[in-house]
């Protein structure tokens, strides 16, 4: 194709390539071919430049374009600034921004929702880029008036990317923004909702992030009052020196940097969820308030957020009484997704009895739900090791709900004639099904080894190390220590062993009723588990006491025998330990339940 005699198509794959100076050759010929077309596409070559990230190309091209012909759009309604917004190239978005400002005010078109370049660079997750077109973007573009959708989308979306110095800065420059719906008629509230990341209950830390955390001491700011704000907008070309740079890297290293900031964020998170609350009862007026805030409640029960359900029911303590569309409260729908801690705040109502005597549009109440086995339920109880474990959860949230559930309500039935135990008896067949063979294949899988141990440690006993003597029949090395600590360790291993065999033989024979796998077939399993533990590690003590006595003058030989002889119990430790350390906590350790009723935002 050309264009007053010049080949348009040699061009623009120039400018693809960031060949500047066959660019330059083609614009020396004429000028005009800047802003020169992509067929299909409707683009420049500023904005295939903008895209690649050719930031000399831009510059150039930039310095030579008149002001109007920068807002030419593609096809695909994107200016060239909108493409470097989505890339997140700043010095490029500089580079047009200084030519001509108006560029900040144009939407891409055409796509149905019509985002300014600093929602893009946000939506794409660009934060320096977006720190700088919010800086330089005009604030009443990002006002609700008239039906603008830009500001409440950029308040969404740095919720989302956590981009609070954006966040902040948009709903104290306009606290209507905090009841505006965006481009996707979501609420700022519902967004916070769904994101879990932000608030310190939902995130996993291991021990060491733990005590950094606890450690790391923040002054909480007053998110709720404007002047105690500062928006972190800062000159992007700005890079921290040396010194600054060695400390930072540091603090990286030792894992204190990414806790301190995690912590930040936390805070910032329920400051931010405070403000929203706050500005919905202050502002109100929104029909839809009360769905908005159920819809959040929900999500983040489903998410278990108990922080964002504690810090909402602060402010509007009577939404414990909303129903969704299937007509469930937020304790129904902690149930259904098994969110103790969340369920537990029930306990801090006086009214709970009330509470769990509400019913939904299938019939079921508080207690149904707990002997309902769904999608949602089977979800969380996946997380836990082993489906034996997993069916005395699920009678312990059903007895733990039975608690609270007035007698006359025990046998109320659903629509489909239920009452909740039957319920529960129908709906964890299958899993009675697999906890009944995963007790017995564990089982089966132990007392092999149990059985080995009694007999290796029953036959030790009559082969004593050393011999006996033929006139007395004592064993020689009687009176020597080592000698009595193989005696014992071998008696205690061949106890134990026996043990653990008739505890996997009460398992195997068991009846495996429903209430069995709450106490009854857990504690079995512990007896069994621990024992054998037990006798293995006895058993490698007798063997080391034996080659010590054998070889007591070849310390060459014992040492390395007595490393392999650890190998055993350490793999014991490693494959099966954490096993019993599960049984142990959810048979008799505290509670997954906090019936004290006590509750806080910070907690």
């Known amino acids: 194709m050309l264009i007053a005699g010049v080949d348009v198509e040699s061009f623009l794959k120039a400018g693809q390539r960031g060949d500047w100076k066959a660019v330059e050759q083609f614009l020396d010929l004429d000028p005009n071919l800047a802003t020169a077309r992509i067929p299909h596409s409707g683009s420049t070559v500023l904005h295939l430049a903008a895209l690649a990230g050719e930031e000399d190309i831009v510059e150039k091209m ?49 796509t149905g929702s019509e985002l300014l370049p600093v929602v893009i660079a946000v939506k794409y997750g660009h934060k320096q880029t977006a720190l700088y077109l919010y800086s330089v973007t005009p604030q009443e573009d990002l006002t609700p008036d008239g039906g603008k959708i830009n500001g409440a989308a950029l308040l969404t979306y740095s919720i989302r990317r956590q981009y609070y110095d954006i966040t902040f800065g948009l709903i104290h420059g306009c606290p209507r923004l905090a009841v505006a719906l965006d481009h996707y008629g979501q609420f700022p509230l519902y967004q916070l909702a769904c994101t879990p990341s932000a608030f310190r209950n939902a995130c996993w830390l291991k021990f060491w992030q733990r005590w950094i955390y606890n450690f790391v001491s923040i002054q909480e700011i007053d998110y709720a009052s404007s002047n105690d704000i500062t928006l972190n907008v800062q000159d992007v070309e700005d890079s921290p020196g040396i010194r600054q740079r060695i400390v930072s890297s540091l603090l990286a290293v030792l894992g204190i940097k990414e806790v301190y900031e995690m912590k930040v964020l936390h805070l910032q998170s329920l400051g931010l969820l405070r403000f929203l609350c706050q500005q919905m009862k202050t502002l109100g007026g929104n029909p839809n308030a009360g769905q908005v805030i159920l819809d959040s409640l929900h999500e983040a029960t489903a998410r278990g957020i108990l922080q964002f359900i504690v810090g909402v029911l602060e402010v509007f303590p009577e939404c414990i009484w909303l129903r ?3 007509g469930s409260t937020i304790f129904i729908k902690a149930v259904q997704f098994r969110e103790a801690k969340i369920f537990s705040l029930i306990h801090g109502f006086t009214s709970k009895e009330k509470i769990a005597a ?15 086995l769904d999608e949602y339920s089977e979800d969380k109880i996946s997380r836990i090791q082993g489906a034996a474990l997993q069916m005395q959860s699920e009678l312990q949230w059903f007895e733990e709900i039975e608690k609270i559930t007035s007698s006359d309500r025990l046998d109320l039935k659903n ?5 909740a135990r039957q319920l529960f008896t129908n709906s964890h067949k299958e899993l009675m099904r697999n906890a009944e063979k995963w007790m017995k ?18 036959a030790a006993a009559f082969t004593v190390p ?19 600590i193989f005696i014992i360790s071998d008696a205690v ?13 009460g398992i195997l024979t068991s009846r495996y009723a429903e209430q069995d796998f709450l106490k009854s077939l857990p504690s079995k399993m512990i007896i069994g588990l621990s024992t054998l533990f037990i006798s293995l590690a006895t058993m490698m003590i007798a063997f080391t006491a034996t080659l010590f006595i054998m070889l007591r003058t070849e310390s060459w030989i014992i040492i390395p025998i007595v490393l392999l002889a650890s190998l055993p119990v350490t793999l014991y430790v490693r494959l099966l330990f954490p096993l019993l350390y599960e049984l142990l906590m959810s048979t008799y350790g505290p509670s997954i339940f906090d019936r004290n009723g006590k509750w806080s935002i910070i907690g």
């Not at 294949?441 to 029953?458: E, G, K, P």
Request: charge should be negative.
């Open 441 to 458: 294949d564990t089982s089966n899988s132990c007392i092999i080894v149990a059985i080995l141990v009694v007999t290796i440690m029953f």
């Open 493 to 505: 291993s061949l106890f134990s062993s026996t043990t653990s065999v008739l505890t996997f033989m």
């Open 324 to 326: 969704d569309e299937d």
């Open 358 to 372: 509400l019913v939904d549009s299938y019939g079921h109440n508080i207690l149904h739900k707990a002997g309902l």
């Open 62 to 110: 930039v310095g030579l374009m008149k002001e109007e012909d920068l807002e030419i759009r593609g096809t695909d309604g994107y200016t060239a600034l909108a493409n470097a917004s989505a890339i997140g190239n700043t010095r490029i978005v500089k580079y047009m921004v200084e030519k001509h400002k108006i560029l900040l005010s144009i939407p891409i078109a055409g």
């Open 415 to 419: 629509n489909e004639g239920n009452t």
């Open 466 to 484: 050393g011999g006996n003597h033929q006139d007395t029949g004592f064993p020689i090395f009687l009176k020597k220590k080592l000698f009595k």
